[in-house]
T-cell receptor
Framework: DAGVTQSPTHLIKTRGQQVTLRCSPKSGHDTVSWYQQALGQGPQFIFQYYEEEERQRGNFPDRFSGHQFPNYSSELNVNALLLGDSALYLC??????????????FGPGTRLTVT | AQKVTQAQTEISVVEKEDVTLDCVYETRDTTYYLFWYKQPPSGELVFLIRRNSFDEQNEISGRYSWNFQKSTSSFNFTITASQVVDSAVYFCALITGGGSEKLVFGKGTKLTVNP
């Protein structure tokens, strides 16, 4: 049973560039959430996708956008990269069940460095 | 607003010692869920436990135990007879009810178990 997978593992970009990160959810899960984890901090919620729609969003600028595909996989896009976007980006998947919240399973993350 | 506080930034113990990680949460909602996650150096967040606000029973799983006290808004985590493999960053997190899927994390406690 495959867990949550993310690609790439590491990425180095230059300020002003754009980046796309990818996530495949755990088998049987239909909901994908994205988190940003700065060094030494807890993860911060970016947004969540369910049924190909953004269902909830955290306090992140519009430079952060996403997409969910029919197979439930998801992409996180960040435009006009800033140095402060350097972080570990975590994808989490879960199963939506009647509006109740169950555990989110996390992937290994993508380490983004902006120079 | 929801908030999770982990006052202990770093803890260092010697193998076989017991250690308790503290977690204090804030929320005005009566329905909420509390979580503990472990983050080893590899970066992947590993789910440990989920509790809902209506279940104050303490839980034990092997060397791990959790003490949930609504009166003090605390959800503490104890590792008995710690092992080197327990070395990691541990995060306490909160989701409030009403369909929210946003995990609010504390800043984490880095546990080092020395041989």
């Amino acid at each position: 049973d495959a867990g949550v997978t993310q690609s790439p593992t590491h990425l180095i970009k230059t300020r002003g560039q754009q980046v796309t990160l990818r996530c495949s959810p755990k088998s049987g899960h239909d909901t994908v959430s994205w988190y940003q984890q700065a060094l030494g901090q807890g993860p911060q919620f970016i947004f969540q996708y369910y049924e190909e729609e953004e269902r909830q969003r955290g306090n992140f600028p519009d430079r952060f956008s996403g997409h969910q595909f029919p197979n439930y996989s998801s992409e996180l896009n960040v435009n006009a990269l800033l140095l402060g976007d350097s972080a570990l980006y975590l994808c989490a998947s879960s199963l939506a069940q009647g509006g109740y919240t169950y555990e989110q399973y996390f992937g290994p993350g993508t380490r983004l460095t902006v120079t | 607003a929801q908030k999770v506080t982990q006052a202990q930034t770093e803890i260092s113990v010697v193998e076989k010692e017991d250690v308790t990680l503290d977690c204090v949460y804030e929320t005005r909602d009566t329905t909420y869920y509390l979580f503990w996650y472990k983050q080893p150096p590899s970066g992947e967040l590993v789910f440990l436990i989920r509790r809902n606000s209506f279940d104050e029973q303490n839980e034990i799983s092997g060397r791990y135990s959790w003490n949930f006290q609504k009166s003090t808004s605390s959800f503490n985590f104890t590792i008995t007879a710690s092992q080197v493999v327990d070395s990691a960053v541990y995060f306490c997190a909160l989701i409030t009810g009403g369909g929210s899927e946003k995990l609010v994390f504390g800043k984490g406690t880095k546990l080092t178990v020395n041989p």
